[in-house]
């Protein structure tokens, strides 16, 4: 069965702007919540909802969750009700991908422990960011504007396919950044893990099938790339 | 005539004179201005010359000292006769009294008199010789004048003289004063009960044969010891009604103490909040650099804050929420507790002067704007951050004058929205980006005259020293057919990935990435004249 539903749980600023994006890249989600006034909000932007109540079992079941629901996304204000949440779907599926918010370092430990696959601390991120506006503010607002406001530069992995032309080789040989207006930052080695390889941490990896380059470059070259790829020598 | 024209003339050359005022204003550094860095060394010296001085008088009861207890003596005198004449001086300017006569009686074309002029000036300094301070200054000099030694207990006065150099004593006697009127009804209270118990004490004391009781006198002393729950023991009542008020008088005594304590604690309860703040005040304004103001302690303001400490920068925290301000303090940050909103606490803080940038980090958005607004209003130049918590934010946020915004649901919309398509791609710039595992986007800034200033950028090699080429930030647009069309922004221009022949000019920013290590020593060898 396809797993490609996601569920959203909860109601404020940072769900909107992910079920925003979200559908913008076209994927089917809902959100689950019982804030009656953030449902009205909701309803306007025309994004699937459900006003369930995510401490009962069978309401997550009947919501999909343990068959064509792959992903959630579990943005409550609180952290109790993010581990519990987390703690209830893991137990249904534990195939699950759980993507939570945490509102400290504590939490995001205890988050972790629950079964979360990945905690996002927005406050420690936008700290970090202020920080860097203040320390480098030339370098980050071009960073913030090419990569991330504007979309001028994306980031992007592909995967090697059996056979085409940089099956085989190592990375050293690659040319990339000359032959495409790109960057290589690194790779995952299927061989060596699933860890990300930075590319000059000193060995030059041979690239094999299934193995992810990293890439950073306007959206027509990687996608150039992607093609080439695609078709096999 | 010829004098009061001399005089007049004399004084517009000292307005006039340079030096004049580098003079005055050295001494008034170094004994009267609050805030300049000379005071506090003479201020010490003072207070050491006091103490040994006050320590002299009472070590010379017992002992001889001779020729040096004299020249000591003659030595402090001195100092603080030239003390009191510098301050005398410094109080009002004489010289524009005179001129501001002189031009009025010009202006009104009456005749000028010299006389009337000195008087002003003669009565401004007894305006100064007439407070409390100067009095006590003139005390502590006079007695040394042998004439007049019987005034030697006065001496002692040079121990107020110390006033003058703690300066926290005036803050003491501003709390108390506050509390005048509490301090008002305590003492016609007390005055009341002194006068009526040594008044009956008297009445049935005195009358009794063996009685310890003598005169009025006898009855107040023993009331005031008393009632003040010191009870000497040197005079007891003996009869029972004496014993009676005693015990009233007793118990008045307790209740009389336990409220000046009370008055006395709470009015510095209150005031302590303030004190703390000046405090604070006086320690940004000490530092030489310019300081950050941090409104918000919230959990962003605290994670900002702690990567400021860890950078050594200066700030100043503005924060509402008492729990937050306790979390702030416990941290040992600089804090300063009310809203940011009022415009005078933001003045206080430095905005106008001090600081060099304001990061508006609170929850709400409404405040957000309204604290960029003030700020920017404040100061035109200094450098605003503020985080927007709602998708319109952002924009008010720009006119109300934000340098940058931080919003922090897009950060995480963006994370989350990578994180299901592409997580290794996402994770990997997000870790260059933060500089996790030590990897990270760093700057290189191509000096003038430098060794990269006018090269191609194929002639860096930067792969033997580990590195990335990132891209070029340059503030011109480079008339090259580039085969790769820079992003044109705001302020400046950024080439991505730029080809082999790109010229570097001073001033441009290069962007790579690797690891802090090989940075630092490309840094280094950029540094020595190596490619």
């Known amino acids: ?233 | 005539m010829s004098i009061s024209s001399s005089i007049i003339q004399f004084c517009y050359k000292l307005d006039d004179s340079e030096r004049y005022k580098r003079i005055k204003g050295f001494f008034y550094d170094l004994i009267d201005n609050p805030r300049s860095r000379l005071r506090p060394y003479f201020d010490v010296a003072m207070i050491t010359l006091v103490v040994s001085s006050v320590y002299l008088i009472i070590y010379e009861v017992r002992h001889d000292l001779g020729l040096f207890g004299e020249i000591f003596e003659w030595f402090a005198v001195t100092v603080f006769l030239i003390e009191y004449l510098l301050r005398l001086w410094l109080y009002s300017p004489s010289h524009r009294i005179i001129i501001e006569q002189y031009e009025k009686d010009e202006f009104i074309g009456k005749p000028f008199s010299i006389w009337k002029a000195l008087k002003k000036v003669l009565a401004a300094k007894w305006e100064y010789m007439t407070q409390p301070l100067a009095i006590i200054d003139l005390l502590a000099i006079i007695p040394s004048y042998r004439p007049l030694r019987f005034l030697r207990l006065f001496l002692l006065f040079r121990l107020f003289k110390l006033f003058r150099y703690v300066h926290s004593y005036n803050k003491f006697i501003q709390v108390l004063s506050e509390k005048r009127f509490e301090f008002y009804t305590i003492s016609i209270f007390i005055l009341f009960i002194l006068f009526t118990s040594a008044t009956a004490i008297f009445f049935f004391e005195a009358r009794e044969d063996g009685g310890e009781i003598v005169t009025f006198f006898d009855g107040l002393y023993w009331s005031l010891i008393t009632l003040t729950t010191v009870g000497y023991g040197d005079i007891t009542p003996q009869t029972t009604e004496g014993r009676v008020i005693t015990m009233i008088l007793v118990i008045c005594g307790v209740a009389v103490m336990a409220f000046i304590t009370s008055i006395i604690v709470s009015s510095f309860n209150e005031k302590m909040e303030e004190l703390r703040e000046n405090s604070v005040f006086a320690e940004l304004e000490k530092k030489k650099v310019k300081h950050t103001i941090l409104c918000g302690f919230g959990r962003m303001g605290s994670v900002v804050a702690d990567y400021l400490k860890e950078e050594k920068k200066h700030f100043v925290i503005i924060e509402s929420e008492p729990i937050n301000v306790a979390r702030a303090k416990r941290a040992g940050f600089l804090v300063i507790e009310g809203s940011a909103e009022n415009s005078d606490l933001l003045k206080s803080a430095g905005i106008k002067e001090h600081a060099e940038m304001i990061l508006c980090l609170t929850g709400n958005d409404v405040v957000n704007v309204y604290i960029t607004l003030t700020a920017r209003y404040l100061n035109p130049d200094i450098e605003i951050i503020s985080r927007a918590n709602q998708k319109d934010s952002v924009k008010k946020l720009q006119q109300a004058g934000a340098n940058h915004t931080v919003a922090p649901f897009k950060v995480v919309g963006l994370i989350a929205a990578e994180f299901i398509g592409q997580p290794v791609a996402f994770e990997a710039i997000h870790d260059i980006l933060s500089g996790k595992n030590d990897i990270s986007l760093e700057t290189v800034t191509v000096k003038n005259k430098s060794i990269l200033d006018g090269i191609q950028i194929g002639e860096v090699n930067f792969l033997a020293n580990k590195l990335e080429l990132f891209g070029v930030i340059t503030t011109t647009k480079r008339n090259k057919k580039c085969v790769n069309k820079p992003f044109i922004f705001k302020y400046n221009h950024f080439y991505f990935n730029p080809n082999n022949d790109f010229i570097l000019q001073a001033g441009d920013i290069i962007l790579v990435i690797g690891h802090q290590y090989s940075i630092i020593h490309f840094k280094d060898q950029l540094a020595l004249g190596k490619l």
């Open chain 1, 1 to 233: 069965m396809k797993r490609d539903r996601i569920l959203v749980f909860g109601c404020n600023s940072m769900v909107i702007e992910v079920a925003g994006q979200l559908r913008e890249k076209e994927h089917d989600i809902t959100i689950v919540s019982q804030d009656e006034e953030c449902i009205k909000r909701i309803e306007k932007k025309h994004i699937h909802f459900k006003n369930v109540d995510y401490t009962d079992d069978e309401a997550l079941k009947s919501l999909g969750i343990g068959q064509d629901v792959g992903v959630i996304f579990s943005f409550f204000k609180k952290d109790s009700k993010n581990v519990y949440l987390t703690i209830s779907a893991k137990n249904i599926d534990p195939d699950i991908l759980i993507i939570t918010l945490s509102q400290s370092l504590d939490s995001s430990d205890k988050l972790r422990a629950a079964g979360a696959d990945k905690v996002i601390d927005p406050y420690e991120i936008s700290g970090r960011k202020i920080y860097n506006v203040i320390r480098r503010p030339l370098v980050s607002e071009t960073i913030e504007q090419a990569l991330f406001s504007q979309n001028l530069i994306n980031i992007a992995e592909i995967k090697i396919k059996a056979n085409c032309f940089l099956d085989g080789k190592r990375l050293g040989e690659s040319h990339l950044s000359q032959n495409y207006n790109l960057i290589l930052l690194g790779v995952v080695d299927k061989e060596l893990g699933n860890e990300f390889i930075f590319k000059l941490s000193g060995i030059d990896h041979k690239l094999d099938t299934n193995d992810l380059l990293v890439v950073i470059g306007t959206t027509e070259e990687i996608e150039r790339l992607r093609k080439d790829i695609n078709t096999p020598v």
